[in-house]
């Protein structure tokens, strides 16, 4: 998906954790199939997974999470990952990586949620836990910013898209949430980038949240997103009355869904095709809101 990837597959992960970790030296290393764009999974064993970055810009996202993940999981309503170790640079890869506790579950998908409104009734509990943590040590997020910092890459994404997309409507659409109250309220907790592949579920309820990648404090809006990137419409008022969202915030947490998509899908459209559809969602729900 980028030029500046690496390559990673087992054998690599084998040596690593042999090298590093040789109590775990003898367990099978398995590639996950996975959409996300950040990081390369591999299940360790039975209990674990390994995770590793696969471009410069994601390596970073190994010390974030490290460092915040076991102050913010024992704060919140469901598991989350659990770093195990953190490993270093060796057998020819250059970056620190991570092992995690394995959690059970599978992601749903967008237009084929099984329970619906149990399901947003979780999303929200953990949307509401997130932000009532304690967030005057926490780092800035960097999707937790005023929505206008989005407005050129948003445009351009959107010429892109030429004969693709309506681009008068997600133009109209991406104005509309422009002109929504900025948030003038103290910087909150946001995971920054909640969606079909970084939640798991367990009949039909939320068993786990995955990637903290984005976490930070800043504008909260940013974790309405999930609204319009997995829930179905019907859905769509539980979630926000739960999470208790205001007008000014739920337009910027629209903004946030049709930005983050329109940017995704003109990059991903041929690379990654799991991410250019649920981009393809978004932009059909929120066009159909408008309707």
Known sequence: MREDEVDIDASLVRRLVAGQFPRWGSLPAK???????????????????????????AVASVAHE???????????????????????PGAGFAWPWSVYRWLDGRNPVAGAVERPGPLAEDLAAFV????????????????????????????????RLAGRVDTAAVTDRWAEALRAPEHTGPPVWAHGDLGPGNVLVA?????????????????????????WNLLPAAARD?????????????????GWALSISLIQLPYYWETNPVL?????????EILAESA
Do not use: K
């Open 276 to 284: 250019a559809e649920n981009s393809r969602h978004v932009i059909r």
């Open 128 to 159: 509401r836990a997130l932000r009532r943590i304690d967030a005057h040590e926490g780092p800035p997020g960097h999707r937790g910013v005023p929505l206008v910092t989005r407005d050129t890459a948003t445009r351009e994404a959107v010429a």
């Open 66 to 88: 490290q460092r915040w993940l076991p102050r913010l999981s024992p704060l919140l309503p469901v598991p989350t990952p659990e770093p195990l170790g953190r490993g270093g």
């Open 203 to 227: 009949d039909g309820r939320l068993s786990a949240v995955i990637d903290f990648d984005c976490v930070g404090v800043g504008d909260p809006a940013v974790d309405l997103i999930v609204a």
């Open 31 to 57: 590639r996950l199939r996975s959409a996300g764009t950040e990081n390369a999974m591999f299940r360790l064993g039975a209990d674990m997974v390994v995770r590793l970055p696969r471009y410069p810009g």
């Open 238 to 254: 539980t979630f926000r009355r739960a999470v208790g969202a205001d007008d000014a915030e739920w337009a910027r947490g629209r």
